[in-house]
């Protein structure tokens, strides 16, 4: 009786401490747009991703000097307005989006590096300041974040639009790697 | 603010229209992420790195010039939503600091100055402080900036003793304590 008292007791701090070191994914839509966010929370950092729709992400780089053609690549590849917050990491966290994998049908590789891009746009001859939006405006391919210190800026999985996937984030803290994780994410169309 | 500009506020006025629309994909999510309120101090701080650029009307400032204030950089762009978030409470709190010494620069990053000017002449409360622009992000590049906006508190002696990644509310109480930590009352 005894132990299996214990038994139980451990199972139930087992359970508290795994609540604590990783919340429940959700998932929000916005009635305005029909955009989807997910979002989980992982020892101490929330990460978050919400669908850029193909036709936002066209408005917002048309704007800014892009010609159609170029934009449609990035466009369709699977966008997300990307969040990672250090909410209450033991220490200062660092990470490198080349240590993140998106994984889909059986595959997995990082998202699509920022500097793949800026070669493209290179090689297309774009306007400076067409290049500089979007080089800022991309989620950083590596940082450092304190405690209170975040970023937002858009990632591109590569995918198909309508493409299921999920993304593991991993970041380090003194020297020890943690990941968070999104599931069944979806690309939007 | 010159005549000039004033004269073409029309101009501008649908400028700004546009650019909300534009920037309209920044509320995809139905709740914004929080701004935060912490200045992450700098371990060993460093002598700020140059800063020299001119401001909307062609005025050039250096950040040299203020040595002996607190100064507050703020790298930032329109298109950046947390930027456009905060920049009224960098206002916010330039009106609360200002006779304590305290300073304000904010760094557009890669735009031009109708642009800019679009965007700020429809924030209440307005910035006062210079606008700086780094048409070719050479100097975010030399401030080691990986993403935007990031801001830094200058001390008095011309380094850098916070940083701030992210979107923050500049004029919450706890972020107002830690500067008047460092502008002391003459």
Redesign the interface.
Same mark, same amino acid.
């Given at each position: 009786m005894t132990s299996r008292l214990f038994t139980l007791c451990v199972a139930a701090l087992a359970t508290l401490s795994g609540l604590q070191a990783t919340a429940a994914q959700t998932e929000?839509?916005?009635?305005d $747009?029909g955009?989807v $966010?997910w979002e989980t929370r992982a020892h101490g950092v $929330?990460l978050?991703l919400?669908?850029?729709?193909p036709n936002?992400?066209r @408005?917002?780089y048309l704007?800014?000097g892009f010609p159609a053609e170029a934009v449609e690549p990035y466009a369709t590849a699977c966008v997300y307005?990307t969040?990672l917050?250090n909410d209450a990491a033991p220490g200062e966290l660092s990470f490198r989006l080349t240590n993140w994998s998106v994984q889909n049908a059986g595959q997995e590789r990082p998202p699509n590096a920022v500097e793949d891009w800026m070669m493209r746009w290179r090689a297309l001859g774009l306007a400076? @300041?067409a290049q500089?939006?979007f080089?800022? @405006?991309q989620?950083?391919p590596?940082?450092?974040? @304190?405690?209170?210190?975040?970023?937002?800026?858009m990632l591109a999985t590569g995918l198909a639009p309508g493409s299921r996937f999920d993304l593991t984030a991993r970041w380090t803290v003194a020297g020890k790697t943690f990941e968070g994780k999104l599931e069944n994410v979806v690309c939007a169309r | 603010m010159s005549f000039a500009r004033v004269e073409t506020g029309m101009k501008h006025g649908l400028s700004a229209l546009?650019l909300y629309?534009?920037a309209?994909?920044?509320?995809?999510?139905?709740?914004l992420?929080p701004l935060?309120?912490?200045l $992450?101090p700098i371990a060993e701080p460093q002598p700020a790195p140059a800063l020299i650029l001119a401001d909307m009307d062609g005025k050039m400032h250096d950040l040299a010039d203020l040595k002996g204030k607190v100064v507050v950089v703020n790298f930032w762009?329109t298109?950046?939503?947390?930027c456009r978030r905060e920049m009224p409470s960098l206002e916010r709190l330039k009106q609360q600091l200002q006779s304590r010494g305290l300073a304000m620069l904010a760094v557009d990053?890669?735009?031009?100055a109708d642009t800019v000017f679009a965007f700020t002449g429809q924030l209440e409360p307005a910035p006062t402080f210079p606008l700086l622009l780094d048409?070719?992000?050479r100097a975010?590049q030399r401030w080691k900036v990986?993403?935007?906006p990031t801001t830094f508190v200058i001390d008095q002696q011309g380094r850098v003793i916070f940083r701030?990644?992210?979107?923050r509310e500049f004029d919450n109480p706890a972020m107002i304590a830690a500067l008047l930590a460092q502008t002391p009352r003459n």
């Open positions: 929000k839509r916005d009635p $747009t955009a $966010t $929330t978050s919400t669908q850029i729709l936002q992400a @408005a917002f704007n800014r307005m969040v917050r400076e @300041a500089i939006a080089r800022w @405006a989620f950083p590596e940082q450092e974040y @304190a405690v209170g210190e975040w970023n937002q800026g | 546009l629309c534009m309209g994909f920044s509320s995809v999510a139905a709740d992420p935060t309120h912490g $992450t762009a298109w950046c939503p947390p990053v890669g735009e031009d048409r070719d992000s975010m990986k993403g935007l701030a990644i992210g979107g």
